[in-house]
Protein backbone atom coordinates (compact mmCIF):
# COMPACT_ATOMS: atom_id res chain seq x y z
CA UNK A 1 0.00 0.00 0.00
CA UNK A 2 1.57 3.34 -0.84
CA UNK A 3 0.53 5.79 1.89
CA UNK A 4 1.44 8.68 0.48
CA UNK A 5 -0.59 7.92 -2.44
CA UNK A 6 -3.58 6.73 -0.06
CA UNK A 7 -3.32 10.42 1.20
CA UNK A 8 -3.62 12.14 -2.00
CA UNK A 9 -6.52 10.40 -2.55
CA UNK A 10 -8.17 11.21 0.24
CA UNK A 11 -7.61 14.90 -0.22
CA UNK A 12 -8.21 15.43 -3.70
CA UNK A 13 -12.13 13.52 -3.25
CA UNK A 14 -14.44 16.46 -3.79
CA UNK A 15 -17.41 13.94 -1.87
CA UNK A 16 -15.22 13.51 1.42
CA UNK A 17 -14.47 17.65 1.37
CA UNK A 18 -18.21 18.22 0.77
CA UNK A 19 -19.52 15.35 3.15
CA UNK A 20 -16.78 15.55 5.91
CA UNK A 21 -15.35 18.92 6.17
CA UNK A 22 -16.31 18.97 10.26
CA UNK A 23 -14.75 15.91 10.53
CA UNK A 24 -11.60 15.70 12.52
CA UNK A 25 -10.23 12.33 14.55
CA UNK A 26 -7.13 10.34 15.29
CA UNK A 27 -7.74 6.72 13.71
CA UNK A 28 -5.03 3.78 15.05
CA UNK A 29 -5.41 1.36 11.94
CA UNK A 30 -4.22 -2.35 12.70
CA UNK A 31 -3.95 -3.87 9.65
CA UNK A 32 -2.44 -7.49 10.89
CA UNK A 33 0.56 -6.97 12.01
CA UNK A 34 1.41 -3.36 10.82
CA UNK A 35 0.05 -0.30 12.77
CA UNK A 36 -0.63 3.18 10.90
CA UNK A 37 -2.04 6.46 12.76
CA UNK A 38 -4.73 8.31 10.51
CA UNK A 39 -4.87 12.18 11.60
CA UNK A 40 -7.91 13.34 9.77
CA UNK A 41 -8.27 17.21 10.19
CA UNK A 42 -11.72 19.06 8.40
CA UNK A 43 -12.31 15.79 6.10
CA UNK A 44 -8.84 16.17 5.16
CA UNK A 45 -6.14 13.70 5.91
CA UNK A 46 -3.38 15.61 7.54
CA UNK A 47 -1.08 12.85 8.67
CA UNK A 48 -0.40 9.89 8.23
CA UNK A 49 2.41 7.53 10.53
CA UNK A 50 3.60 3.91 10.61
CA UNK A 51 4.14 1.90 13.53
CA UNK A 52 4.58 -0.15 15.24
CA UNK A 53 3.24 2.19 18.04
CA UNK A 54 3.95 1.72 22.24
CA UNK A 55 1.11 3.75 23.27
CA UNK A 56 -0.67 5.06 20.49
CA UNK A 57 -2.85 8.37 21.13
CA UNK A 58 -6.58 7.96 18.89
CA UNK A 59 -9.98 8.76 19.33
CA UNK A 60 -10.68 4.86 18.05
CA UNK A 61 -9.27 2.36 16.51
CA UNK A 62 -9.83 -0.31 13.89
CA UNK A 63 -8.16 -3.74 13.67
CA UNK A 64 -8.35 -6.70 11.48
CA UNK A 65 -6.68 -9.33 9.78
CA UNK A 66 -4.24 -8.44 6.61
CA UNK A 67 -6.78 -10.66 4.91
CA UNK A 68 -9.94 -9.10 6.14
CA UNK A 69 -8.49 -6.07 5.20
CA UNK A 70 -7.49 -7.41 1.88
CA UNK A 71 -11.05 -8.70 1.43
CA UNK A 72 -12.05 -4.70 2.15
CA UNK A 73 -9.88 -3.08 -0.23
CA UNK A 74 -10.84 -5.08 -3.56
CA UNK A 75 -11.71 -3.13 -6.00
CA UNK A 76 -15.30 -4.86 -6.01
CA UNK A 77 -15.19 -6.84 -3.00
CA UNK A 78 -17.51 -9.62 -2.56
CA UNK A 79 -21.11 -9.75 -1.04
CA UNK A 80 -20.63 -8.94 2.73
CA UNK A 81 -17.29 -7.31 2.10
CA UNK A 82 -18.16 -3.93 1.31
CA UNK A 83 -19.20 -2.82 4.56
CA UNK A 84 -16.95 -2.84 7.51
CA UNK A 85 -19.89 -3.32 9.66
CA UNK A 86 -20.06 -6.69 8.38
CA UNK A 87 -17.03 -7.34 9.04
CA UNK A 88 -17.81 -6.12 13.04
CA UNK A 89 -20.57 -8.70 12.86
CA UNK A 90 -18.74 -11.64 11.93
CA UNK A 91 -16.24 -10.69 14.47
CA UNK A 92 -13.28 -10.58 11.13
CA UNK A 93 -12.59 -6.75 12.76
CA UNK A 94 -13.00 -4.78 15.89
CA UNK A 95 -13.80 -1.67 17.00
CA UNK A 96 -11.92 0.16 19.91
CA UNK A 97 -11.84 3.35 21.74
CA UNK A 98 -14.25 6.30 21.63
CA UNK A 99 -17.67 4.77 20.19
CA UNK A 100 -19.88 7.93 20.00
CA UNK A 101 -16.85 9.73 18.12
CA UNK A 102 -16.23 6.48 15.88
CA UNK A 103 -20.57 7.45 15.02
CA UNK A 104 -20.30 10.74 15.27
CA UNK A 105 -17.54 10.62 12.13
CA UNK A 106 -19.07 7.25 10.34
CA UNK A 107 -19.65 9.10 7.20
CA UNK A 108 -16.12 10.76 6.62
CA UNK A 109 -14.55 7.62 7.74
CA UNK A 110 -16.04 5.78 4.90
CA UNK A 111 -15.61 7.36 2.36
CA UNK A 112 -11.80 7.76 3.85
CA UNK A 113 -11.46 4.28 3.72
CA UNK A 114 -13.33 3.67 0.68
CA UNK A 115 -10.02 5.13 -0.95
CA UNK A 116 -8.15 2.40 -0.08
CA UNK A 117 -10.56 0.63 -2.74
CA UNK A 118 -9.23 3.22 -5.22
CA UNK A 119 -5.20 0.94 -5.00
CA UNK A 120 -7.18 -2.09 -5.86
CA UNK A 121 -4.63 -4.62 -5.81
CA UNK A 122 -2.06 -2.65 -4.27
CA UNK A 123 -3.68 -3.15 -0.57
Known amino acids: MDWNDFAGRVNADPLVARLAAESSFDLLLRWGDEEHLLRVRDGRLQAHR ?25 AQPAPRD ?5 FFRRGEMTLTGDTRKFYAHQMCLKLVLAQLRAAGDDA
Open 50 to 74: AGPFVMPQCDFALSGSEDAWARFCQ
Open 82 to 86: QDIFA
